[in-house]
């Protein structure tokens, strides 16, 4: 089985984040980057999958500036056979701009199946392995909690509201992985020592003109200050009046 | 510190890791073995996993393949969490290790380090007896050669991985009476006391090694600090060890620890470093959180100078430790050095606690916050591996022998 896993480098979400001199992306000045977490699943996924076959092929694939190699790398020390990285001024914001770089690459490269996180959080779109698919004219299923391979066959489970959906999907496919899956495993000090040794190819992503792109970006307004109305019971009637009329939550 | 002077690409993966590692899989369990004082076999486990038990040692030899660096910065990282933790990572690799991987002949290395570098079994080193502790050439466990054999018969305390370990190297008299040059090294194994934990997680036992008859551990010291760290006495009664099992050449055990204990002190150090990082990181987080008289802590100067003055001297202390760890990897002579960082580590991890138990208050005092754990194990650190008296000691042996020359 060839397995293709696509993940980004995104900022750490605990940062105070700033926003750049353009307006239109973020400061990255301070930052701490690391591989988005769901994509880490996916790469886990992707693992699993080849150590039961006893066979195949991981295959890593990020989109961005150079720096994405050391996500990459990562990837390929925890334990996948081989990094490709797209080469971008930065990463950008527009999903099918991404999705057709990628697809473009994947296309010819026999994939059984295309692993994505379900989504990242810095730009919360969670559109660009749904798009490969379309592009790529395979099957899709998205935000799967759990997986089973048989017969050139998948079953992917999703989590709905109050729910567990399962599904059969046949190959090639792409899968965009949800928390629950599985847990990613921690680079051992082998794998980061082996992963120095793995192929990581670059070349130029091919983004095309995007169709969407960031305008602006703002801070969220400051929270208005609390206010205390008073104390004990006698505080019951002017608390509610002001939910109702105020706030408007009553 | 910027991490380029000192560290290339892998060796931030490897902090990474650990960080990511110490973080989220020791730091939540930390309290449960501090206080019931168990080795935390579980844990250890994962840690072996990942190849933390043999990180400076050749890949031929099981070992990770990494650098005294990688090595000096995962301990450093693991103590920022957790001291227990790292100690065992110490222990088992510069103390337990480390004489067999230097001392031992192509024979001895190719039958011990493969099980010691992969984590199969825990190692430990036999050094300090009742009556030779910072005088540790006052050995008086006495090994006496018989037919092949060597007797040996005394007793050590305070030995880490006394209990848990299989494979001591320890040190005893073979010449009376010429003092330091009549003390040898020896390989000891015996089974782990821990034999069905060891069993449950999969490591800490190997059949192949011979339970030494006449060797046993101790009962386990109920400690101050270091709580999930096993130590005890070990015990040599007519204990037989086959002739192979001198490590090195006769009458060289004394210079043989000596140097092994140069090389612990980076670690320690690091350590010490670690345990006052931690402590320090948790200090400016409650500061910058905790509110009295209308405001954050921090902003009272009471605080914050404090918090100003542990910045200060762990970023020295960051300096101190990685040069050393660099003399030392590039075969540079650090024994000054190493006991320099070793000895303003340990006392910058006692201050540092300290302060930031003022810090948290009330709160500070309770095991509610890890900051009370902190200040506990720091202690040992101004004892373990050289007192800071000796510290001083072998500091000031150096400087006034540089004086001379
Ligand atoms: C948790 C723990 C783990 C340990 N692990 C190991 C281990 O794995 N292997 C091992 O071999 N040992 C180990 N030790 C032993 C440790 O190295 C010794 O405790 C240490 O070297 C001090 O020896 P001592 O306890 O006999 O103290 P002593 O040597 O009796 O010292 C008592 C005090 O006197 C001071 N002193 C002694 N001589 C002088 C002097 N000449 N000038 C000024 N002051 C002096 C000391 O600095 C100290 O303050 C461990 C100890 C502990 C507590
Ligand atoms: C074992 C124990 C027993 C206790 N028994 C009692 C009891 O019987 N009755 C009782 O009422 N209380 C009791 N206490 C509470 C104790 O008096 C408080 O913990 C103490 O007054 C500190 O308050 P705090 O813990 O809220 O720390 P905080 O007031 O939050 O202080 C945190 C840190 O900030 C510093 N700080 C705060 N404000 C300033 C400032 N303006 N300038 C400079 N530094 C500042 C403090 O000095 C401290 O270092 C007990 C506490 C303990 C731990």
Known sequence: MKIAVCVKRVPDMDARFRISADGTSLDEAGLKFDINEPDAWAVEAGLQLKEKAGQGEVVVLSLGPPAVQETIR???????????????????FDGFSIARALAAELKDGAYDLI???????DSSNGIVGAIVAELLDCACVTAVSGLEMADGKGTAKRELEGAQEFVEFTLPAVLTVDEGLNTARY??????MAAKKKPLESRPAQLGEPMVTIESLAMPPDRPPGKIVGEGAAAVPELVRLLQNEAKVL | MDDSLYFGEQHLAVRNMVRDFAREEIAPTAAKYDESGEFPWENVRKMVD???????????????GLDLLAYVSVIHEMAKVDASHAIT?????????????NFGTQAQRERFVPLLASGKVLAGFGLTEPSAGSDAGGTRTTAVKKDGR???NGSKVFITHGGVGEVFVVTAVTTPGVGTKGISSFIL?????DRAKADAAGFGHDDSLPNTPGFTSGKKEDKLGWRASDTRSLNFEDAEVPEENLLGEEGQGFLNFMQTLDAGRIGMAALALGIAEGAYEEALRYASERRQFGQAISNFQGVSFPLADMATEIEAGKHLVYHAAWLAEHKKPFTKQAAIAKLFCSELAMRTTIKAVQIHGGYGYTKDYPVERMMRDAKICEIGEGTSEVQRMVIARQILREMRD
Do not use: Q
């Open chain 2, 50 to 64: 990942l190849g933390l038990l043999g990180i400076p040692w050749p890949e031929e030899l099981g070992g990770s």
């Open chain 2, 150 to 152: 060597y007797v040996l």
């Open chain 2, 89 to 101: 990572i110490s222990a088992h690799t510069t103390l337990g290790t480390s004489p067999i991987f």
């Open chain 1, 187 to 192: 680079p051992s000090l082998k794998g980061i």
């Open chain 1, 115 to 121: 692993l994505f996180g379900k989504m990242s959080p």
């Open chain 2, 189 to 193: 194994t015996k089974e782990t006391a």
């Open chain 1, 74 to 92: 990562k990837a390929l020390s925890m334990g996948a056979d081989r990094g490709i990285h797209l080469a971008a001024d930065r990463i950008p």
